[in-house]
């Protein structure tokens, strides 16, 4: 059974049009993460969230914004989206607490921009 | 941010052992040594993880160096379904954050 779901699988939005991409967790991890995969490169961390916690990193443009109404979703919101944002956007939970503290990745959301 | 460094790519032929080495020269005391691999068009998914010991799962075996300054993945008899981009991650202890490296892209020849 999908732990963490993201939906849609795939997303076509128009240039500067504001989407959200979506992401739920069954496993009550209280981090959550968003990343973005451009082709043929590895992840790039956009944010977490420890809880209600947000944690931004530095070089994540302010395009890029998201929300946590309570631990088992969490969205990613794409105010005015570019060419150059096209991409996988990978959601990710992880437990604090956890020695081990593996993540568990959704399947991603591929999006186009038009 | 990524503090592991790894080749970027290798090939196994089917059924042979594959080494995938990652050097972590900068590691601390209390950073765990993870493994991750990403099938394509997938999300990645967890394979390993260690301290100071080797470990062994179902997927796959870690040998990580006594000085804990490299590790080395091992599947002991690679598939085509094991052809994917492998990364090697260190968890810190305390921290959250939780970034990728460039990852090593496996290639498997029937």
């Known amino acids: 059974d999908a732990m963490v779901i993201q939906n849609p699988r795939y997303q076509v939005t128009q240039f500067g049009k504001p989407v959200t991409l979506s992401c739920s967790q069954t496993?009550?991890?209280?981090?959550m993460y968003w990343y973005q995969q451009k082709s043929s490169q590895a992840p790039k961390l956009l944010f977490h969230y420890y809880d209600k916690d947000f944690n931004n990193e530095a070089d994540t443009p302010d395009n890029f914004q998201s929300r946590r109404p309570n631990t088992s979703f969490c969205f990613l919101d794409i105010r005015s989206p570019g060419l150059g944002d096209a991409a996988m956007y990978l959601c990710a939970t992880s437990r604090v607490g956890d020695r081990a503290r593996e993540a568990f990745f959704g399947q991603g959301t591929r999006l186009t921009v038009v | 941010d990524a503090k592991t460094t790894q080749p970027n790519s290798m090939e196994s032929n089917e059924e042979e052992p594959v080494h995938l080495p990652c050097n972590h020269s900068?590691?601390?005391?209390?950073?765990?040594i993870h493994w991750y691999r990403q099938l394509p068009s997938q999300g990645p998914e967890y394979v390993i993880h260690g301290l100071t010991s080797n470990v062994n799962n179902r997927m796959a075996s870690l040998a990580i160096a006594e000085d804990r300054k490299s590790s080395t993945l091992i599947l002991h008899r690679a598939t085509l379904r094991d052809a994917a981009v492998y990364y090697c991650i260190l968890r810190t202890f305390t921290g959250n954050q939780f970034y990728f490296g460039t990852g090593t892209s496996l290639t498997v020849i029937p």
């Open positions: 900068t590691i601390s005391g209390t950073d765990y």
């Open positions: 496993l009550n991890h209280n981090v």
